[in-house]
Protein backbone atom coordinates (compact mmCIF):
# COMPACT_ATOMS: atom_id res chain seq x y z
CA UNK A 1 0.00 0.00 0.00
CA UNK A 2 0.81 3.45 -0.59
CA UNK A 3 0.10 6.68 1.52
CA UNK A 4 -0.04 10.14 0.07
CA UNK A 5 -0.08 13.40 2.36
CA UNK A 6 0.04 16.91 0.82
CA UNK A 7 0.71 19.79 2.29
CA UNK A 8 0.48 23.67 2.07
CA UNK A 9 -2.96 24.84 1.15
CA UNK A 10 -4.50 27.65 2.35
CA UNK A 11 -6.09 30.97 1.99
CA UNK A 12 -4.24 33.85 0.02
CA UNK A 13 -4.94 36.53 -1.40
CA UNK A 14 -4.89 37.18 -5.12
CA UNK A 15 -1.53 37.76 -6.97
CA UNK A 16 0.26 35.92 -3.58
CA UNK A 17 1.52 32.57 -3.56
CA UNK A 18 1.74 29.27 -1.91
CA UNK A 19 3.57 26.32 -2.15
CA UNK A 20 2.18 22.54 -1.95
CA UNK A 21 4.02 19.40 -0.86
CA UNK A 22 3.06 15.62 -1.06
CA UNK A 23 4.96 13.21 0.08
CA UNK A 24 4.54 9.32 -0.76
CA UNK A 25 5.46 6.52 1.64
CA UNK A 26 5.17 2.67 2.22
CA UNK A 27 5.54 0.47 -1.09
CA UNK A 28 7.35 3.33 -3.42
CA UNK A 29 9.13 0.69 -5.59
CA UNK A 30 9.94 3.09 -8.70
CA UNK A 31 8.11 6.32 -9.24
CA UNK A 32 6.77 6.59 -12.97
CA UNK A 33 5.27 10.40 -12.30
CA UNK A 34 3.87 12.42 -9.81
CA UNK A 35 1.21 14.86 -10.47
CA UNK A 36 -0.95 17.63 -9.44
CA UNK A 37 -4.71 18.01 -10.22
CA UNK A 38 -7.48 20.06 -8.75
CA UNK A 39 -11.18 20.19 -8.51
CA UNK A 40 -13.10 23.37 -8.12
CA UNK A 41 -16.99 23.46 -6.55
CA UNK A 42 -18.86 21.87 -9.45
CA UNK A 43 -15.90 21.25 -12.07
CA UNK A 44 -14.29 18.01 -12.71
CA UNK A 45 -11.29 16.65 -11.68
CA UNK A 46 -8.14 18.57 -14.11
CA UNK A 47 -4.68 17.84 -14.47
CA UNK A 48 -2.23 21.00 -12.95
CA UNK A 49 0.87 19.59 -13.47
CA UNK A 50 2.69 16.19 -13.67
CA UNK A 51 6.42 15.35 -13.66
CA UNK A 52 8.22 12.25 -14.81
CA UNK A 53 10.66 10.47 -13.29
CA UNK A 54 12.86 11.33 -15.17
CA UNK A 55 11.65 15.00 -14.98
CA UNK A 56 9.99 15.80 -17.82
CA UNK A 57 6.60 18.48 -16.66
CA UNK A 58 3.79 19.15 -18.23
CA UNK A 59 1.63 21.85 -16.94
CA UNK A 60 -2.37 22.62 -17.77
CA UNK A 61 -2.25 26.29 -20.31
CA UNK A 62 -3.94 27.94 -17.33
CA UNK A 63 -1.17 27.71 -15.34
CA UNK A 64 2.51 27.82 -17.04
CA UNK A 65 4.26 30.61 -16.40
CA UNK A 66 2.92 30.91 -12.86
CA UNK A 67 3.30 27.15 -11.25
CA UNK A 68 6.42 25.16 -11.38
CA UNK A 69 6.46 21.57 -10.41
CA UNK A 70 9.29 19.56 -9.01
CA UNK A 71 10.73 16.54 -6.91
CA UNK A 72 12.57 14.65 -4.39
CA UNK A 73 13.20 11.61 -5.94
CA UNK A 74 15.54 10.66 -2.43
CA UNK A 75 12.50 11.60 -0.55
CA UNK A 76 9.34 10.78 -2.65
CA UNK A 77 8.17 14.78 -2.63
CA UNK A 78 6.91 16.30 -5.36
CA UNK A 79 6.18 20.34 -4.69
CA UNK A 80 3.96 22.53 -6.47
CA UNK A 81 4.92 26.36 -5.79
CA UNK A 82 2.45 28.84 -7.33
CA UNK A 83 2.80 31.90 -7.96
CA UNK A 84 0.64 35.16 -9.61
CA UNK A 85 -2.43 33.24 -7.75
CA UNK A 86 -5.53 33.76 -9.44
CA UNK A 87 -9.10 33.61 -7.62
CA UNK A 88 -10.01 30.58 -10.18
CA UNK A 89 -7.06 29.12 -9.09
CA UNK A 90 -9.28 28.28 -5.50
CA UNK A 91 -9.95 24.39 -5.49
CA UNK A 92 -9.04 21.14 -3.55
CA UNK A 93 -5.52 19.85 -4.99
CA UNK A 94 -5.07 16.28 -5.20
CA UNK A 95 -2.03 15.02 -5.32
CA UNK A 96 -0.95 12.03 -7.04
CA UNK A 97 1.76 8.78 -8.23
CA UNK A 98 1.82 6.38 -11.11
CA UNK A 99 4.29 3.72 -10.00
CA UNK A 100 5.53 0.38 -9.69
CA UNK A 101 5.35 -0.82 -6.04
CA UNK A 102 8.13 -2.82 -4.33
CA UNK A 103 6.76 -6.11 -5.96
CA UNK A 104 6.39 -4.80 -9.27
CA UNK A 105 2.76 -4.47 -9.66
CA UNK A 106 1.29 -1.00 -11.43
CA UNK A 107 -0.42 1.76 -9.23
CA UNK A 108 -2.09 4.88 -9.18
CA UNK A 109 -2.72 6.41 -5.83
CA UNK A 110 -4.44 9.42 -4.81
CA UNK A 111 -3.66 12.08 -1.38
CA UNK A 112 -6.78 13.54 0.81
CA UNK A 113 -6.67 16.85 -0.94
CA UNK A 114 -5.54 20.38 0.42
CA UNK A 115 -7.78 23.31 -0.10
CA UNK A 116 -6.29 25.94 -1.86
CA UNK A 117 -8.89 29.71 -1.38
CA UNK A 118 -7.61 32.51 -3.62
CA UNK A 119 -9.40 35.63 -2.97
CA UNK A 120 -9.90 38.84 -5.03
Known amino acids: QVHLVASGGGLVQAGGSLRLSCVAS????????MGWYRQAPGKQRELVAR???????NYADSVKDRFTISRDITKNTVHLQMSSLKPEDTAVYYCNVDLWDYSGSPGNYWGQGTQVTVSS
Open 51 to 57: ITGGGST
Open 26 to 33: GSVGTIRS
